[in-house]
């Protein structure tokens, strides 16, 4: 639904700007998984460290976010609309800096991984963090386009994700029994692909809060939930 | 449990109607605001349920405002005593130009609600009391009421008005003349007096209608556009026009 302009001027230009600086954020973020992901899976170790040195672009959107927040809530007093696009900036904004740091993560492992992983591995990787990539985006689209349906689509898809990443770890666990000297590698990419599955988890995050922004309701509910995970015993 | 039921309320300045078929329930014990632009009405339903409109010449008045089940537009209803169950108090403090303790006794002394001097005191006190304001004015109580400051006097209205016991208080913005200490301890006030009162509220401030009332309608061009919880009013209204207003993007 588009809005009509607020009176105040000034103040439509803030919760312009506000929605604008989440979505400057989501691209680097979006930015810094695919960066991550290439680095891991193509051993590139130039794009690993940019992901490194983005991220503090990333912690610096959110404390800028945060700080419009509180503004436009001491001083603009905002209601309904206004309310939840301010309210779910913040939640928001928390989520994309956790991304940030997983992506970043990611790389910092990537730069200690020998160079030659085997290309089932690599698979498993590239197919479960290219999903996690189409939700990173779909989700940002649905921000932009205040779309509940496409918050719906994203946060049912965390299911699918699941159990690639199920699979995923079932593949580095048959590495790491393969040969001792897999352990060092194979714990690494134990964490990568954990990684991969909890930006899964935050975009989900986010689709809920999409969810809320558009309808003003919260999606009820239990999550979609994939097979059990196996590794972490987490549910 | 619903105190006031208005039925298809219509009102019209002559040839002028100000109010289109407004149906609105409020609940008993808890606080009504009502919001909405300048000219929307909200002040012209406030003073149908105390047949306040009755003053003005042209002014006429359709439909039912049902109260304790009894409609207060019937001929029978005694509007004398149907406003010592409904008290108002207004914008500007207008406390009658008499000492403190007139200013409470007054009302009771008409309703013949004392029947002697030391039942009167305590009628006094206790209504000074529930308004918060016996402990800056026990001292002075023959004093003249117009001394006071203007939230003094503004609380003095309100213990005037709690005086003859009414069920339901009304409330024409009531703090718009008032800094936000005075605002403040009024808005106290109105969430102490709920216990024992129905309170409906007009008010231009939207955040003292989120801070006070458990219940707000949105008046605009005569009609009431919506009627809900104030936590939904102002969270998620479901009227595009109230979701305007609120936010500042009318007109």
Not at chain 1, 146 to 155: K, L, P
Request: charged share 25%; hydrophobic share 35%.
């Amino acid at each position: 639904m588009t809005e009509a302009p607020h009176t105040v001027k000034s103040y439509e230009e803030e919760l312009k700007n506000l929605n604008s600086n989440i979505i400057k954020m989501g691209g680097f973020c979006e930015k810094s998984l695919g960066n991550a992901i290439q680095a891991i899976t193509t051993r590139n170790s130039d794009n690993a460290e940019s992901v490194i040195k983005d991220d503090e672009k990333i912690d610096k959107f959110e404390t800028l976010i945060e700080q419009q927040v509180v503004n436009l809530i001491a001083l603009r007093q905002p209601m309904a609309i206004d309310l939840r696009e301010t309210v779910t900036a913040l939640k928001i904004s928390s989520d994309l800096e956790r991304i940030g740091d997983l992506a970043k993560n990611i790389s910092k492992r990537t730069l200690l991984l020998n160079e030659n992983l085997p290309k089932n591995l690599v698979d498993a990787i590239i197919r479960v963090s290219s999903d996690v990539q189409k939700q990173l985006k779909s989700i940002l689209d649905a921000y932009l386009e205040r779309s509940s349906a496409m918050a719906i689509n994203v946060w049912e898809s965390d299911e699918q994700i699941d159990d690639l990443t199920n699979f995923c770890m079932q593949e580095v666990i048959k590495y790491l029994k393969e040969n001792e000297k897999n352990l060092s590698d194979g714990t690494h990419l134990l964490f990568v692909t954990k990684n991969i599955e909890r930006i899964g988890d935050h975009t989900t995050n986010i689709a809920e809060q999409v969810y809320y922004l558009v309808k003003g309701e919260y999606l009820e509910g239990d999550r979609p939930k994939g097979t059990e995970p196996i590794v972490t015993g987490e549910k | 449990m619903i105190k006031i039921s208005s039925k298809n309320i219509d009102v019209f300045y002559g040839k002028k109607q100000a109010l289109f078929n407004i149906n609105l329930d409020i609940e008993e014990n808890q606080v009504t605001a009502l919001i909405g632009p300048s000219g929307c009405g909200k002040s012209t339903f406030l003073r149908c349920l105390n047949r306040m409109n009755d003053v003005i010449d042209i002014c006429r008045v359709k439909g039912q405002i049902m109260i304790n089940d009894f409609d207060i537009n019937d001929k029978s209803c005694d509007v004398v005593r149907l406003r010592e169950k409904i008290g108002m108090v207004f914008q500007k403090p207008n406390p009658f130009p008499k000492t403190i303790y007139e200013n409470i006794s007054y009302g009771p002394t008409i309703h013949g609600m004392a029947q002697s001097k030391n039942e009167m005191d305590e009628i006094v006190e206790t209504s000074l009391k529930k308004a918060a304001l016996w402990e800056e004015v026990q001292d002075r109580l023959h004093e003249p009421g117009t001394g006071l400051s203007g939230g003094q006097q503004q609380r003095l209205c309100i213990a005037r008005a709690i005086s003859v016991k009414p069920e339901v208080i009304l409330m024409d913005e009531p703090c718009s003349a008032l800094d936000p200490i005075a605002t403040a301890q009024i808005e106290e006030l109105i969430d102490e007096l709920k216990k024992d009162h129905t309170i409906i509220i007009v008010t231009h401030s939207m955040a003292q209608a989120a801070r006070v009332s458990q219940n707000t309608g949105f008046f605009h061009l005569g009609e009431l556009i919506e009627h809900g919880s104030t936590d939904k009013i102002f969270k998620n209204p479901e009227n595009k026009k109230t979701q305007d207003y609120i936010t500042g993007r009318f007109g």
